[in-house]
C-alpha cells in the first residue's frame, strides 16, 4: 500500500527556535496533504490542508504565521513551526491524499519544546 | 456541534470475545465517507475499514465489519475475537466535501475510544 514518511520522528527543541517536520508520499503522488495536531489523550485536530503549488488553507483558530506549510511538490509537504514554545509540544501528524479519495497517514512526530 | 461522536472513552473486551465500538455523526450531505482507525501506542494511524454513504451492504474487512444504520447515522465498528494486539485507540472519522467543486476533502475525527483487551 502506499507510504507517507515523516522526518524527524522525534524533535526536541529550546524554546524560541524553529522545528521542521517534511511529510513525504514515497509512491504516489499527492496532490492534497493534511496537518494533524494531536495531545495526549486527544483526537487528532485537524490544522491545515495544502494543495500542490498553492497556499494551504488553516482551519480557524489556526496561526498561519505560526504554523507554516510549503508544498512545493507533489510528494512533499512541511511544516514550521515558528519560534516554538512549550504550549506547541504535541504530535504532529501528516496526511496524503492520492488522485482518488483514499487517505494515508504518516508515522507522526513528536515535538518537545523545552 | 461535534460531527462525530464517540461515546465511550473507555471499553474493556475479554480476549476472543467480540466489541461493539460506537460512532455517531451528523452531517447533511448526501455523499460522505466514514472510516475507522486504529492508533497503538506508537501513534501511527492505522486505517481499519471504510463505508461510504452510498454502500448498500456493511463493510467488512477481516475482524472488522462495520455496523452502518444510516437513519440512525451510526457508523459502529464490531471486532470479532479480540485479540491482546487489538488493545489500542480507535478513532471513528467522517469524511465531507468542502467547498464548493466536490474535489476537496477533510475528515473529521471522533475523540476516540480506549479499547483494552483482558486475557
Known amino acids: 500500500g502506499a507510504v507517507v514518511s515523516q522526518h524527524p520522528s522525534w524533535v526536541i527543541c529550546k524554546s524560541g527556535t524553529s522545528v521542521k517536520i517534511e511529510c513525504r508520499s514515497l509512491d504516489f503522488q499527492a496532490t492534497t496533504m493534511f496537518w494533524y495536531r494531536q495531545f495526549p489523550k486527544q483526537s487528532l485536530m485537524l490544522m491545515a490542508t495544502s494543495n500542490e503549488g498553492s497556499k494551504a488553507t488553516y482551519e480557524q483558530g489556526v496561526e498561519k504565521d505560526k504554523f507554516l506549510i510549503n508544498h512545493a511538490s507533489l510528494t512533499l509537504s512541511t511544516l514550521t513551526v515558528t519560534s516554538a514554545h512549550p504550549e506547541d509540544s504535541s504530535f504532529y501528524i501528516c496526511s496524503a491524499r492520492d488522485l482518488g479519495k483514499t487517505q494515508y497517514f504518516g508515522p507522526g512526530t513528536r515535538l518537545l519544546v523545552l | 456541534a461535534q460531527k462525530i461522536t464517540q461515546t465511550q472513552p473507555g471499553m474493556f473486551v475479554q480476549e476472543k470475545e467480540a466489541v461493539t465500538l460506537d460512532c455517531t455523526y451528523d452531517?447533511?450531505?448526501?455523499?460522505?465517507?466514514l472510516f475507522w482507525y486504529k492508533q497503538p501506542s506508537s501513534g501511527e494511524m492505522i486505517f481499519l475499514i471504510y463505508?461510504?454513504?452510498?454502500?448498500?451492504q456493511n463493510a467488512t474487512e477481516g475482524r472488522y465489519s462495520l455496523n452502518f444504520q444510516k437513519a440512525r447515522k451510526s457508523a459502529n465498528l464490531v471486532i470479532s475475537a479480540s485479540q491482546l494486539g487489538d488493545s489500542a485507540m480507535y478513532f471513528c472519522?467522517?469524511?465531507?466535501?468542502?467547498?464548493?467543486?466536490?474535489?476537496?476533502?477533510?475528515?473529521?475525527f471522533g475523540k476516540g475510544t480506549l479499547l483494552t483487551v483482558n486475557p
Open positions: 472519522a467522517m469524511r465531507e466535501a468542502i467547498g464548493s467543486g466536490g474535489s476537496n476533502y477533510k475528515l473529521t
Open positions: 452531517t447533511s450531505d448526501p455523499s460522505y465517507g
Open positions: 463505508q461510504g454513504s452510498y454502500d448498500q
